[in-house]
């Protein structure tokens, strides 16, 4: 296994990219290592929120470039890229809408799908060694992994073209000035104030999380009239929780 996942108190969980999978995260067998860690903790109604980082220069770089080369040559690529964007795109679907609050502690390359993984995040921590790159261009491919979607709602349509087009690599600082990435902070700090986001993003009740989630994925694609109704629709489940019970007592109690 080349993905170490520490379990802390409180529903938090850090999970680590090990050298192997962070270098070249998506080969068939890390990608599906991958997904089954995230998918389990999404999967457990006691983890509230979980960190992802990585190892060394990298923090998710994307697709094996043996792997490609050699399922060109054999006549397998086509099976091979369909086969990870098959675990990925739904990987990057779930996280998006799930409960369970993501924390991308960006320590340093993310590139191709794994910049997916990091643009996927509730919030973005970045240290000083952290960058940001599509690189698809350099290999004759267009983008995967849901960068078309995300980047652009978070920095902007044109932006993102230029950041395509022109195969830029962002620095932690651009990727903070251009609104790709929250905030950034000093190496030795990067994973401990992420659990502290985690920890404080995820102590919300669990409605409140999921359906803002999901509120807020839907609006981009939703009219005005269907958006209300989701509202109408979450609410409606939010306001039959015990949560929502204990936050009215304890409203009253203030007064």
Same mark, same amino acid.
């Given at each position: 296994?080349?993905?170490?996942v520490?379990?802390?108190? %409180?529903?938090?969980?850090?999970?680590?990219?090990?050298?192997?999978?962070?270098?070249? @995260?998506?080969?068939?067998?890390?990608?599906?290592?991958?997904?089954?860690?995230?998918?389990?903790?999404?999967?457990?109604? %006691?983890?509230?929120?979980?960190?992802?980082?990585?190892?060394?220069?990298?923090?998710?770089?994307g697709?094996?470039?043996?792997?490609?080369r050699?399922?060109?040559d054999?006549?397998?690529?086509?099976d091979?890229?369909?086969?990870?964007?098959?675990?990925l795109?739904?990987?990057?679907?779930?996280?998006?809408?799930?409960?369970?609050?993501?924390? @991308? *502690?960006?320590?340093?390359? *993310?590139?191709?799908?794994?910049?997916?993984? @990091?643009?996927?995040?509730?919030?973005?921590?970045a240290n000083?060694?952290?960058?940001?790159?599509?690189?698809?261009?350099?290999?004759?491919?267009?983008?995967?992994?849901?960068?078309?979607?995300?980047?652009?709602?978070?920095?902007?349509?044109?932006?993102s073209?230029?950041?395509?087009?022109?195969n830029?690599?962002?620095? @932690?600082?651009?990727?903070? %000035?251009?609104?790709?990435?929250?905030?950034?902070?000093?190496?030795?700090?990067?994973?401990?104030?992420?659990?502290?986001?985690?920890?404080?993003?995820?102590?919300?009740?669990?409605?409140?999380?999921?359906?803002?989630?999901?509120?807020?994925?839907?609006?981009?694609?939703?009219?005005?009239?269907?958006?209300?109704?989701n509202?109408?629709d979450?609410?409606?489940?939010?306001?039959?929780?015990?949560?929502?019970? %204990?936050?009215?007592?304890?409203?009253?109690?203030?007064?």
């Open positions: 296994m080349s993905i170490n520490k379990r802390l108190d %409180e529903g938090l969980a850090v999970v680590t990219l090990l050298a192997e999978s962070a270098q070249n @995260a998506f080969s068939i067998k890390s990608i599906n290592q991958i997904s089954t860690v995230l998918n389990s903790l999404m999967d457990d109604d %006691e983890i509230t929120a979980y960190v992802l980082t990585g190892s060394g220069k990298f923090f998710c770089a697709a094996d470039i043996n792997q490609f050699t399922s060109y054999n006549g397998t690529i086509a091979f890229v369909r086969g990870l964007t098959d675990i795109h739904p990987l990057i679907v779930r996280i998006r809408q799930s409960d369970t609050i993501y924390v @991308a *502690a960006i320590n340093g390359a *993310a590139a191709g799908g794994g910049l997916g993984l @990091a643009l996927a995040a509730d919030y973005r921590i000083p060694n952290a960058k940001l790159a599509a690189a698809y261009f350099s290999l004759g491919l267009s983008p995967d992994g849901g960068t078309t979607w995300i980047l652009p709602r978070l920095v902007g349509e044109q932006k073209r230029k950041f395509f087009f022109d830029e690599t962002w620095s @932690a600082i651009d990727a903070l %000035e251009s609104g790709a990435v929250d905030e950034v902070v000093n190496d030795e700090e990067l994973v401990n104030r992420a659990i502290k986001v985690a920890q404080e993003w995820g102590k919300w009740p669990k409605a409140s999380r999921g359906g803002t989630k999901q509120l807020l994925e839907s609006q981009s694609y939703n009219n005005f009239s269907d958006q209300l109704k509202e109408q979450c609410i409606v489940l939010a306001s039959q929780t015990e949560d929502f019970s %204990e936050g009215v007592n304890a409203f009253l109690k203030k007064d």
